[in-house]
């Protein structure tokens, strides 16, 4: 049972990036170019360590994150938001730490927690983002990237660090992220027919 959900939740890793892909092509969404480039890095760490660790569904929804995300932030570099801050660059300067820390621990745990931990600092330009701009995100992408984690949640043969920790973070990401998307848009809408 373990690999077919391996197998559902890759179909819907790769899925739910085929829209926002579409939609930074056609200019409709813009991403923080900074978090998808930080992302695609700590993404490739937890996919690594996950490896390295044999939790072998963690490590492939990880790595089918840094396939997406590289593939936004290459399409980012011409249609995206590169605008630059202080944030954003203690975000991608602050990637090298998951490398560090697992490099001097010997332990793929503290790389993937270190990892996660910097991620949701990299998040805070799309979350800003996502608020102030809501039509500049496309949620479909967010909402199936939801059913990606939970299948690999599902598919973790038992409950260590290397095993869950990064399908349930990418499965709070999501949500947090649909939620705000779908009440901002809702408030923007509900302001314009006043």
């Known amino acids: 049972m373990s690999n077919i959900f391996i197998i559902i939740s890759s179909f819907f890793a790769v899925i739910s990036g085929l829209p926002y892909i579409r939609d930074v092509y056609l200019r409709k969404s813009k991403p923080r170019e900074v978090s998808w480039i930080t992302w695609g890095l700590l993404?490739?760490?937890a996919a690594a360590a996950s490896f390295s660790d044999h939790q072998y569904s963690s490590?492939?929804?990880?790595l089918w994150v840094v396939?997406?995300?590289w593939t936004i932030a290459i399409l980012g570099i011409k249609y995206g938001d590169r605008t630059f801050k202080l944030l954003d660059g203690i975000c991608l300067g602050s990637s090298a730490v998951g490398l560090i820390l697992w490099w001097a621990f010997?332990?793929?745990?503290?790389?993937?927690?270190a990892s996660l931990s910097i991620d949701l600092v990299a998040a805070i330009p799309?979350?800003?983002?996502?608020?102030?701009?809501?039509n500049e995100e496309t949620i479909s992408s967010y909402f199936l990237g939801l059913f990606a984690s939970l299948f690999s949640l599902l598919a973790a043969k038992d409950f260590t660090i290397?095993?869950?920790?990064?399908?349930?973070?990418?499965l709070i990401g999501?949500?947090?992220?649909v939620f705000i998307l779908v009440t901002r848009t809702k408030s923007i809408l509900n302001k314009n027919k006043h």
Request: hydrophobic share 55%; proline share 8%.
């Open 43 to 45: 993404a490739a760490i």
């Open 59 to 62: 490590a492939i929804l990880s």
């Open 67 to 69: 396939v997406i995300t």
């Open 106 to 113: 010997n332990s793929p745990s503290i790389a993937i927690i």
């Open 126 to 134: 799309t979350f800003v983002h996502s608020w102030q701009k809501p």
């Open 162 to 170: 290397t095993a869950v920790a990064s399908p349930i973070y990418y």
């Open 174 to 177: 999501d949500a947090a992220l």
